[in-house]
């Protein structure tokens, strides 16, 4: 099913962007869902806009300003973990199947308490039959580490290949990837059955 971000880079009406979308042929959308970076508010109505358009919520683009501080004590840490979380009943709600995630890049390493917190949102995923896909961007051995200690039917992988060309340590590391991941994914693919998860 071809998709395509909602978030690309043309100002225009909401509405009219799904329907143009959809005019284009694409079948399917990923919602970029946070106000974040010049989407302004209102992102919560586009599940309802992109279905109006007769377009597929293939996943939701979870915010990505504060992922480094995922492994964090106190209140910074916690609050990343919150939002994940929540997102996470935001597709149960909005019956969204996916949602795609930055983890810290490597510069911040996934100690015990960021894995822990990890856990703790693909647990609260599997309950509500929600898949979380772990999005390729300066974050090898986070990535590496998350496929490998949470490894369920829950967890995929997003592969973005322009992030992937413009990381040096992943194109050197890209073996150790495919092995969590189960294989060679394409830019739109994840690991395990089910809806594919779009790249940025």
């Known amino acids: 099913m071809p998709g395509v971000c909602n978030a690309f880079g043309y100002t225009l009406d909401w509405q009219q962007r799904y329907r143009l979308i959809k005019a284009a042929g694409f079948d399917s959308v990923m919602l970029w869902w946070s106000d974040g970076f010049g989407r302004g508010p209102g992102y919560r109505q586009d599940v309802r806009r992109a279905r109006n358009a007769g377009l597929?919520?293939?996943n939701i683009h979870t915010p990505v300003?504060?992922?480094n501080d995922l492994s964090c004590n106190g209140q910074a840490g916690e609050a990343v973990a919150e939002l994940y979380r929540n997102c996470?009943?935001?597709c149960a709600h909005h019956q969204a199947p996916v949602m795609v995630v930055?983890?810290?890049g490597d510069a911040h390493p996934l100690g015990s308490l960021g894995m822990d917190r990890v856990k703790s949102i693909v647990e609260l995923a599997e309950k509500h039959q929600v898949r979380v896909?772990?999005?390729n961007i300066f974050n090898t051995q986070n990535l590496a580490r998350v496929l490998e200690e949470a490894d369920c039917e829950t967890v995929g992988f997003c592969y973005d290949s322009c992030h992937h060309a413009n990381d040096p340590?992943?194109?050197?590391?890209a073996g150790k990837i495919w092995k969590q991941a189960d294989g060679p994914a394409s830019s739109r693919q994840r690991r395990g059955p089910g809806p594919a998860s779009a790249a940025l």
Do not use: I, K, T
Not at 169 to 173: E, G, I, L, Q
């Open 56 to 58: 597929v919520v293939e």
């Open 65 to 67: 300003q504060w992922q």
């Open 88 to 90: 996470v009943m935001d």
């Open 102 to 104: 930055h983890l810290p």
């Open 133 to 135: 896909a772990m999005e």
């Open 169 to 173: 340590h992943a194109r050197r590391s």
